[in-house]
């Protein structure tokens, strides 16, 4: 059943993940991670320009306070960063005007799909590709191939490719990369928190689109996840995207859709 306590569960889940990624930057360098719980969810920090600075889950334990929303904003500006949420709409009705008296502005929508994961039956992989785990040495390789992907033929930032390389060793995060006939094709993660298995950084090499790459990852995170006791798999995908069908492909349905609003630093 889509519900509050779904939807809460999904949101928590990757907020708990995105504190793991903070205590990779943590590690890497002091000053390069924080997470802190404000407004009932997570802020989350993790460099300077990270895709990843943004909070998650704020507004899912009832009422925002105007007092404790200026809070989390500070969390943001006073590290000269945006203040970033995702905004999940079973989130506290009072929420809305704060963000409206404060001039947010939306700039994406995002689907949360789900399905259970004790009913996944396992199948093979079309003929060609091959899945593996990404060793903790081929973390930058990793993060190499998902950049390139998402960057359709452009030079990927090298801070970018350097982030996303935390990101495929962080805490309770494993990631794959897609081999097609030899050749390093796609790469994609699955995080883990709270018996949800949250799907990541899920890319395809242009060359290689269309031959299954994603759908192969999908089913061997289902399986990895289920064989780690999961019961329940999520993903965010942009609305109507050849990821949104992929993960429908692979019994994955539309729980709810997120709104990501921004404010810049005063």
């Known amino acids: 059943m889509i519900d509050f306590h779904l939807a809460r569960r999904i949101e928590m889940a990757e907020a708990i993940a995105g504190r793991a990624f903070t205590e990779v930057a943590r590690a890497a360098n002091p000053s390069g991670g924080a997470a802190e719980p404000h407004c009932g969810g997570w802020a989350l920090y993790s460099g300077a320009g990270s895709p990843v600075n943004q909070a998650l889950g704020i507004g899912l334990e009832g009422p925002v306070e105007a007092a404790a929303f200026e809070a989390l ?8 960063e945006p203040a970033i949420y995702e905004i999940c709409p079973f989130s506290d009705p009072s929420l ?3 963000l409206a008296e404060r001039g947010y502005r ?4 995002s ?6 994961i004790g009913d996944f039956v396992p199948g093979p992989h079309p003929v060609g590709l091959e899945v593996s785990r990404a060793a903790p040495e ?9 950049a390139a992907g998402f960057f359709e033929g452009e030079e990927p930032p090298a801070d970018l490719v350097k982030i996303m390389a935390g990101m495929a060793v962080a805490e ?3 990631s794959w990369i897609v081999r097609c006939d030899g050749v390093s094709a796609g790469g994609g993660s699955v995080q883990q928190a709270e018996g949800v298995a949250l799907f990541a950084g899920q890319s395809t090499l242009p060359a290689f689109r269309g031959r299954g790459i994603q759908s192969a990852l999908i089913r061997e995170g289902l399986d990895y996840a289920r064989s780690c006791g999961a019961d329940l798999a999520a993903a965010m995908t942009l609305p ?7 993960f429908e492909r692979a019994g994955f349905r539309v729980a709810y859709t997120r709104v990501k609003v921004q404010r810049d630093a005063p």
């Open 73 to 80: 904003e500070r969390f943001f500006f006073d590290r000269g």
């Open 138 to 146: 081929e973390a930058l390789l990793w993060s190499q191939i998902v």
């Open 240 to 246: 109507g995207s050849g990821s949104q069908r992929n």
């Open 96 to 98: 809305l005007p704060l």
């Open 106 to 109: 939306m700039t994406e929508l």
């Open 172 to 174: 309770s995060t494993s």
């Open 111 to 116: 689907q949360v799909l789900f399905r259970s």
